[in-house]
Structure formats: structure tokens, C-alpha cells
């Protein structure tokens, strides 16, 4: 057998996610069920994560092991030939046999866009979550700065009921406005689900006025779900990259 990473760029407006769940169209889905028609026997991949329904990824990494004479280029151009035209993978390589995409991650890297203007953007609309109020991107990034290091997550984690832990660690919390775009970067070892459109809602209303810049050290502590602020829509939010120590 052998062990092949790909790496896969989609836009997760049509799809319920990545994971394929019973007939719902999934990323993970529509992947396998190509790569079975290529090799005549049901494959399943491995996904380093699973992005909910209508977030994009720029760059998700899954990993499958088949048996195969096909190299890596000719898998990727037979991928890129039947997948749909919102899924690309733009990168196949043989991996170590003991490469897990998830279970060898180092960290991921996400990205949540809002377009702060009261004129859509046409083009971009699918990729931005829209506020027309005003914005203050500078309180929000000396909110996100308390986020930076390791914390327990449980009040920014949509899953109430989660039974293992919720201490994560970020290594980058960082609020940029570029123009009428407010664009959130949050790099760190692992996330929690709807973590990042959490964080994205909290400081949103921090930088709405409507919570103080100083709020953040206090929700950590709450560990209380109702004490952050709302989950962000999923289409603004995008899987940027992940990472691999080798």
C-alpha cells in the first residue's frame, strides 16, 4: 500500500462540510467517490480537519493509502479531470506510511473576512460576511491580543455538551482592516468546533461597541458559552493552511 497526501482547495458554498455524512454532498464525498471510480474499489481519505457547511478552504490536507501503480501527478490530474469545479487539489505527493493528515498536524491556520461597507462587494460576496455599521478594528485587535497563548476555549466552543478538552493553544490572533475588508487571522496547535466563527462574533461586537476591548480575560474565565458573542456565518470563514512539522 501507499500512502498518498493531497492537498485541496474548495469553496464550501453547495456543500453540508467536508465529512461525508450519509447522502449529504461533502467534500470528503465527492473526493472518494472519484479516486473509486479510478481504482475500482472504495476508497476512503483522511482529512486534517472537518470544515463545517459553507466554509472554503484554500488549502485542506487529507491523506488516503491504496494500492496503485499511478504516480502522484497523474492521480492529481485524474482528480482535477471529474472532481466538480469547486473542488481542486492542488497538490499530490507520496507521504511516509505513517503520515495521518489530522493526526500529524502542528497547527492550522484560519481566516474570517468581513467587508465593512455599506455597498456589497459583488464579486466577493460568497467569501465575506457583510456589516455596513461602523467597525473599530483597532479595539478588536487589542482584544484579540489576550487570545494569544494557551487557554481553555470551552466558552468559544459551539459544542456544549464536549467531554474532552477545550485547551487550545494560539500562536496568532491578529485583526487587520485593508481598505472596507476587516480580516481575522487565527493561527494555533488545534481548534474547536465553530471556535473560530466564536472568536470572529466576540470581537465583531467588541469592535461594534457593544462589549469593552478588555472582555476576553473574563469569557476565558466564564468558561460559559453564553458569556462570548455570536456564532459568525460560515461563508466568511476560510481554512488557510496547515502545518507539519516534517
Known amino acids: 500500500m501507499r500512502n498518498f497526501c493531497i492537498t485541496v482547495a474548495y469553496d464550501g458554498s453547495r456543500y453540508h462540510g467536508w465529512q461525508r ?6 467534500i470528503q464525498g465527492k473526493i472518494e467517490d472519484v479516486l473509486t471510480e479510478m ?3 472504495k476508497v476512503e481519505i483522511h482529512g486534517a480537519g472537518r470544515t463545517d457547511a459553507g466554509v472554503h478552504a484554500r488549502a485542506q490536507v487529507a491523506h488516503f493509502k491504496v494500492q496503485t501503480d499511478r504516480t502522484p501527478d497523474e492521480i492529481r490530474a485524474y482528480l482535477n479531470r471529474y472532481l466538480p469545479e469547486d473542488i481542486a487539489v492542488t497538490a499530490c505527493q507520496q507521504a511516509d506510511d505513517r503520515f495521518h493528515a489530522r493526526l500529524s498536524a502542528a497547527g492550522k491556520r ?3 473576512r468581513i467587508w465593512n461597507s455599506a455597498t456589497p462587494n459583488v464579486f466577493e460576496r460568497k467569501y465575506l460576511c457583510r456589516l455596513d455599521g461602523p467597525l473599530d478594528a483597532a479595539a478588536m485587535q487589542r482584544a484579540a491580543a489576550d487570545l494569544i497563548g494557551t ?3 470551552r466558552a468559544f466552543c459551539g459544542n456544549r455538551r464536549m467531554k474532552k478538552s477545550t485547551v487550545r493553544t ?8 485593508l481598505g ?3 480580516r481575522l487571522t487565527f493561527e494555533g496547535t488545534g481548534f474547536l468546533q465553530n471556535m473560530v466563527r466564536i472568536l470572529a462574533g466576540t470581537l465583531t461586537e467588541i469592535g461594534q461597541g457593544k462589549r469593552p476591548a478588555d472582555d476576553i480575560p473574563r469569557i476565558l ?3 460559559d458559552r453564553t458569556q462570548a458573542g455570536i456564532t459568525m456565518p460560515p461563508h466568511g470563514l476560510i481554512l488557510e493552511a496547515v502545518f507539519y512539522t516534517h
Request: proline share 0%; hydrophobic share 30%; aromatic share 10%.
Open 21 to 26: 455524512i450519509g447522502n449529504g454532498q461533502s
Open 180 to 182: 472596507d475588508e476587516v
Open 110 to 112: 484560519y481566516v474570517y
Open 151 to 153: 487557554h481553555d476555549f
Open 221 to 223: 474565565r466564564s468558561l
Open 39 to 41: 481504482l475500482g474499489h
Open 170 to 177: 494560539l500562536h496568532t490572533a491578529r485583526v487587520q482592516r
